[in-house]
């Protein structure tokens, strides 16, 4: 996707929400699903991507070596580690989030999730928070969770790369 193409697609999905066009279940989704590869694609292995993944590892190392952990078997784990099961919470609450409720006869309380509905002319932060820490984060995980996480944001990237060109023509 194109630079102009990324900017059109993350203030599109701005506009979905702060406008609040559409249905408020049909309004998040798309926000949501508008704003994780348009933050993927256009902050991955950005300054802004290293130094938040700095921040948090290195918060979750100082938190692993503080006193109360030490000579625990826990206080040895690797704070990448820890942050890609983090993010990979994040996913499932993501996840759970933009599922019909109606799923959760088969998949439990997760298809119960829904962002907190914001009114109209105003932002939805919880949609947003979980978007961003998706599209810096999402490829922080390794293994199958790594894929399923990076894969989602690459498959997101691909579905949403044509919008801006079919809405505006050009890249």
Do not use: C
Request: zero cysteines; proline letters at 6%.
């Amino acid at each position: 996707m194109s630079p102009t193409g990324v900017a059109v697609l993350l203030l599109l999905a701005i506009a979905v929400d702060y406008i609040s066009i559409g249905p408020n279940w049909l309004r998040d989704r798309l926000a949501f699903l508008m704003a994780v590869p348009a933050v993927y694609e256009g902050f991955n292995n950005s300054t802004a991507d290293h130094w938040t993944f700095q921040r948090l590892t290195g918060f979750l190392e100082w938190a692993l070596d503080q006193p109360i952990l030490s000579g625990a078997y826990i206080g040895g784990a690797s704070a990448s580690a820890v942050l890609g099961i983090l993010v990979f919470g994040v996913w499932l609450y993501g996840l759970g989030a933009i599922l019909p409720a109606k799923f959760s006869k088969r998949l439990g309380r997760i298809a119960t999730i829904n962002f907190p509905p914001s009114g109209v002319w105003a932002i939805n932060w919880r949609l947003w928070i979980v978007a961003i820490a998706l599209g810096l984060l999402g490829d922080v995980p390794v293994a199958w969770v790594g894929d399923l996480t990076e894969g989602t944001n690459q498959l997101l990237a691909d579905v949403f790369a044509p919008l801006p060109r079919l809405l505006l023509g050009g890249n």
